[in-house]
């Protein structure tokens, strides 16, 4: 270990205090001491070394002086500065996309096959009267077992209780078909006008002409025997009847 100064002073003062010569007896032997404060040498000695060794003690303490031998003021410790951590994003919620409806797509009605005219059944639910001319309305009901077409518009046809055609109306040259699901109802109206012709016999109704087949629907009544009136003797009657609708 290296000595440290107040050491190496220690050892110098020693080394100067044995190689000295201690000087010789005064003229006079005095054996009391001096009057006043004096003091013997060997009292100085020691008093020299006490003071050594004190500068040597102060001389390894740690410098607080600052410039031109000015004491420095203890440091205050630094303020801590507080880092705000910024929070990680917050994730934003992901959209979830409504899911889309599925849809059953409704057959062409080019696709399914046409209705068997035996399993077709119409009605007369009601005749009324308007400005010289009856109103027929019939309900037509499949009474198939599956799904058919048919076209929307039908030949109508004024019958009587024997089965002839009272009035007759045009063919149907429709392209329209209609999709018929098993027990489906649909209706429609048959406008009928100018009937001028012998009096019917009972009871009159409405047939149709469809996919080469005829179809008499169910009369009102067993008994009705009602038809339009003579709007225009010599003048054909017209009959004419609404697209089937749901």
Do not use: K
């Not at 201690?22 to 013997?40: D, Q």
């Not at 037509?140 to 007759?168: F, H, K, M, Y």
């Amino acid at each position: 270990m290296e000595p440290t100064r107040s050491d190496q002073i220690l050892d110098e003062w020693s080394s100067v205090a044995r190689s000295a010569t201690p000087p010789g007896p005064p003229p006079h032997a005095v054996t009391t001491g001096v009057a006043g404060a004096g003091i013997s040498l060997a009292g100085a000695a020691v008093l020299v070394v006490a003071l050594v060794a004190a500068f040597a003690v102060l001389g390894n303490r740690p410098s607080q002086s600052g410039p031109a031998g000015l004491p420095t003021a203890s440091p205050s410790p630094s303020p801590s500065v507080a880092v705000a951590i910024p929070a990680p994003p917050t994730p934003e919620p992901t959209a979830t996309a409504a899911p889309t409806p599925t849809l059953t797509p409704t057959p062409s009605p080019s696709l399914i096959a046409d209705c068997n005219p035996a399993d077709l059944a119409t009605q007369i639910t009601l005749w009324e009267g308007a400005a010289g001319s009856r109103i027929g309305h019939v309900q037509l009901t499949n009474n198939g077992s599956g799904t058919c077409s048919t076209a929307d518009t039908w030949q109508p046809v004024l019958v009587d209780g024997q089965g002839r055609a009272l009035i007759e109306g045009r063919p149907s040259t429709t392209a329209t078909r209609i999709i018929l699901p098993a027990g489906q109802v649909v209706t429609t109206l048959v406008l009928v006008s100018n009937y001028c012709g012998p009096v019917p016999a009972a009871p009159v109704s409405l047939s149709f002409v469809v996919d080469g087949a005829t179809l008499t629907a169910a009369p009102e009544s067993a008994t009705d025997t009602t038809v339009p009136p003579c709007n225009g003797p010599g003048q054909p009657g017209s009959i004419e009847m609404q697209p089937w609708r749901s």
